[in-house]
Each structure stands twice: as C-alpha cells, then as structure tokens.
C-alpha cells in the first residue's frame, strides 16, 4: 500500500529516530520509502521539534515524554528499538490511536551471554585482581604472583555444580538455562507463567532465593516487578550468593542492594541497568563494594543492535502496509487510524 503510494509520487512519511539507531534499520526505512529524522536531542523540546508531522517514531531506552506524543499531530506508530515499553505511555498512545510496537528476542542471546559474562567475573573475583595490579598491591619484587594471589583472597570459585536461580523463564532465561547447563551449573527457575519446563522449577520467589548462588533476573518493569528484589529478598539470599540483574532498572531496589553489598550481607552483584538511567552521581551503587556496573550493555552487542534496528523498522513498514507489526502493544488500535 505504502509502496504502491509511492510509486504515485505521493510524499515520503517521515519517521523520527529519537537516538541513533544501528545503521541498518535506518537503511531499511530508506529503502523502503521513508524520510529518516534522527532527533536534535533525547529531551521533550528536541524531539518536538521535530515530530509535529511525523507518522513513525522509533524510541531507545530514554523516557518519551507525554508532550512529544501529544505534539505528533499525524503520529501514527511508536516503535521501540527494544523490548520494554515502560518507556512509552501506553495508554496516551492508544487514547490517540498511536499503535506501540516492539522487538522481542532479537538480542536474547547476547543479554544470556552478558549472564554469564557476569557470573563469571564475579565468580573469578576478575575485577579485584584488576584493581590490585593498578594500585600496586600485586607489584612486590620477590614474591611469587600465586602467592599473592592467596594472600589477597583473588583466587574465586568454578561455577561448575554451583546453582544458578533464573528468575524469569522467557527468551532469555531459556538460553541462558542452555548456557549455564553446557559449563556444568545447575539450574533452576521461578516463573508463575511456566506451568512446565525441562528446567526444574521452584514454587516461590524466596524458595529460589534461599537456595541459589547465583540470581539471575529477567523481568520485565511493571508495578508488580517494581523492588522486586528489596531488602527482605536480599536477606533471604546466601551470604556467599551474587545477583545479576541484566533486565529492567527499578526491579532492584538500589538503596538496598548497595546496603547488603557494604555490610557482606550477599557475596557481589552485576547491573546493566538501572532506575533512573544512567544512574546519579551520588547513586550508593558507585560506591558499594564488590558489585559490577556496566552501561546497558546487554542486549546491544553489534549484531543484536542489528537486528533490534530491523525489527523496530520493520514494524512501521508493516503498519504503513496495512499489516499489524509482529509485537505490537495495543492491538486495539490497529484499523483506527
């Protein structure tokens, strides 16, 4: 349909990228029609300056403000280069008969491997002997680095026959199930949506917590997720336990996490994300002990951010043809518009 328009020398629809998406979603909108605007800025004026005649909007992770929607006078489609659409306002977007779309699983493997990534390091005390060498603790002339290494408490653990908690059964924690299965790791899960699963499961949240050495957390943020894991869920954590939270900022309480990190309560934890994002600088987080922090990393490696691109573009391709986008939000509002 949109083609066919196009072929009839009606205008090209512009769609507005709010942050620089991966180069080839953008050459797919190209290909196929569209006038690509990349945003000014992530702010509310930037992106209205921009989305008053717009028919698509693709977002990234930054919070869409509730003015730019209501400024895009001809917007027809939000995608979302990614998963959540915690982001977005949905409801505003189906008041207005914007349709909200999204990318399932186009970056499920690199988040499972960023896991195990992130088990590992943990497990291996990776950063702690990165930092001892750069202040010096581990230049002693006449001093075997073995040695040192069992003096400083740098050694860690295998993960083999350790149990990993997966919290969150979907994409993700399937494959990092599959992962953490082939280096040897028992593996459990809780899920209250999977019914059945060759992963054993376990009956409740703290059941799971009291029994792994390794959480891993792949929720998505609603009200029901929000501090999800807080300070009683910490307590109920092995002392010698780490928490990997790669999935949504604001599931952690971070106050709590930092608290339980200071006072040895849990062994290490490792965030990816964070609430708000990125984090403030007087956030407890940058100064608990043993916790790694890396910036959203996860599921944006060069070939997932390919795919996420693709798939964003893909659903304002769809819609402008008349066909519902594959992971569409509000289904409701297909037709309307």
Not at 328 to 336: L, Q
């Amino acid at each position: 349909m949109f083609l066919e328009c196009l072929k009839k020398g009606v205008p090209m629809k512009k769609v507005v990228i709010s942050e620089k998406i991966n180069e080839a979603g953008i050459k797919h909108l190209e290909k196929a029609g569209f006038e690509v605007i990349i945003s000014p800025s992530i702010d509310a004026e930037g992106m209205k300056s921009v989305i008053t005649d717009a028919y698509g909007l693709i977002m990234r992770s930054t919070k869409l403000s509730n003015e730019v929607i209501e400024a895009g006078k001809e917007l027809k489609i939000i995608s979302r280069n990614g998963t959540g659409v915690d982001n977005v306002d949905v409801n505003l977007a189906t008041k207005k008969n914007v349709l909200v779309a999204k990318v399932d699983g186009a970056n499920a493997y690199s988040v499972a491997e960023y896991v195990i990534t992130a088990i590992l390091t943990l497990s291996r005390r990776i950063m702690k002997s990165d930092q001892f060498f750069k202040a010096g603790k581990l230049s002693r002339p006449g001093e075997s680095l073995p040695g040192l290494a069992d003096k400083l408490d740098l050694n860690g653990h295998e993960i083999r026959n350790k149990v990993l908690g997966i919290i969150g059964l979907g994409k993700i924690g399937t494959i990092v199930a599959k992962l953490a299965t082939s280096l040897g790791m028992k593996v459990i899960a809780f899920d209250p949506y999977v019914k059945q699963s060759n992963i054993t499961l376990i009956d409740s949240k703290e059941s799971i917590l009291k029994e792994a050495d390794f959480i891993s957390l792949n929720l998505p943020y609603t009200e029901k997720t929000k501090n999800f894991i807080g300070k009683k869920e910490l307590e109920a954590m092995n002392q010698t336990a780490f928490l990997i939270n790669s999935s949504r900022g604001g599931i952690v309480n971070e106050e709590a996490l930092a608290e339980a990190l200071n006072n040895e309560e849990i062994a290490g934890a490792a965030l990816d994300v964070f609430r708000p994002e990125p984090p403030a600088k007087d956030s407890p987080l940058l100064t608990a002990k043993n916790i790694l922090l890396t910036a959203h990393i996860g599921g944006t490696t060069e070939e997932a951010s390919a795919a996420i691109g693709l798939g964003a573009a893909q659903a304002i391709i769809d819609y402008a043809n008349g066909k519902m986008p594959e992971f569409t939000v509000n289904p409701e509002v297909f037709g309307k518009s």
